[in-house]
């Protein structure tokens, strides 16, 4: 499958946030995860958000090409961290996961959470829990269920570096072919990928 | 006994305290007045609640009214939040619906009830009363509530493609409820209001209004008293109970 983001342009209020941004994304080849770059303000949310079909770009289109046939891109189902963690505070860890993703059982959820969390804060309102172990649940739940594509805004928020480590781990772990789009300052421990810089 | 149930032992003590006080107050001013068609005390009023308790007519009174009225006020809750759900989904619905629901709010009572006097008859007037009253104030709550929930939550939502009923139990639910208990607690009260008044108007037969009535004309104020204190007790039964299974169903999680 080629996911083609072609000329992307945003515009807020006449402020234009994006122009003209193309990129592809091959998700058999090896360069398939993209780390987006660029200063605070310069646009990667609203590019990651038109990427999850949240938003539609005021000029030009993504184009998913698969074998002969094209389509447009918003149908794409895709496993989002947000900025913010967007989870359902008064509900547990194993809930949050599960409750969201029609196909993840809370067995499922329970496993994959306890790679990235100790047991006590599974069943815990995830409102009791801190900002790390909170982003934690958020990307798993992001993880776990079928999707085209992963993408991940600043994602490592609040996690120290053997934490940070970890969640890296789990991540390329369980990400399999998806391709990942990530938006992060830091590039501490990320594996090698293929750069997007906004300026 | 802990220092916890101690605070509501003698918080409870303090509540009776204060009743039994104001009962000795209406009793004193009754006794002062000394005319027992101008005011009557609490015991008259006691007296002549227990004489109609024992009649079969007060308890089918009860019966027809509260009928009517629970009737009315669940069709008018459940119109209420259909309507705002509508209004939520599409904008043009709500701006449709935005006079339809201020004049409802806006009109008297009364001016509804004989308009409807003239249309429908008085047998299921306190129906169609209840329901009119109740719906705009489920309207304005739910539609509050609707709109008060995290966008970005329904953004997450929308991304993972949540299904709907766990979207209205996990994300609109939690928001909403908090505006549907006050609606509901509110419209109870005005549903039984605007109930009996309609009845006290259109008098139909066998009703808690046309009870209300009768004591009136026959200058019996004890039975005036005694019919308002079952109205206020019914209705305070009625809002209990709502509340109750309200909050045992929708208010969990």
Known sequence: MLIFF????????????????????????????????????????????????????????????????????????????????????????????SCVNASVSRQRARAELLEVLPEEALDKPVRELSGGMKRRVAIVRAILPPSDLLIMDEPFTGLDAETREKVIRYIMDRKGKRPLILASHDVEGLPPMRELILK | MTDFMKKIKSAEYKSIFIV???????????????????????????????????????????????????????????????????????????????????????????????LLLIWAGNKILAFYISMLVVLPVLYLNTLGGLKATDVKLLEMAEVFRMPSLRRIRYIYMPSVYPYLRTGLQMALGMAWKSGVAAEVIGQPLGSMGNGLYQAKIYLETAELFAWTISIIFVSFLMEKAVLIVMDKTLGRG
């Open chain 1, 6 to 97: 072609k000329d992307i342009t945003k515009i807020y209020d006449k402020n234009q946030v994006l122009k003209n941004i193309s990129f592809e994304i091959d998700t058999n080849a090896d360069n398939k995860d993209i780390l987006l770059r660029g200063p605070s303000g310069i646009g990667k949310t609203t590019l990651l958000r038109i990427a999850a079909g949240l938003e539609r770009p005021d000029e030009g289109n993504i184009e998913i090409t698969m074998g002969e046939a094209a389509h447009g891109g918003y149908g794409l189902r895709a496993g989002m961290v947000f900025q913010e963690n967007r989870l359902l505070e008064h509900l547990s860890a194993v809930d949050n996961v």
């Open chain 2, 20 to 114: 039994l006080i104001w009962l000795f107050v209406w009793q004193l001013i009754s006794v002062t007045v000394h005319n027992k068609v101008l005011l009557v005390g609490p015991v008259e009023t006691v007296g002549a609640l227990s004489k109609m308790f024992l009649t079969e007519e007060y308890r089918s009174s009860i019966a027809f009214s509260l009928m009517r009225i629970i009737g009315g006020f669940f069709l008018g809750s459940i119109l209420g939040i259909l309507l705002a759900w509508a209004s939520y989904r599409v904008k043009m619905i709500e701006d449709f619906l935005e006079p339809a629901i201020l004049v409802l709010k806006a009109v008297p009572v009364a001016s509804f009830v004989i």
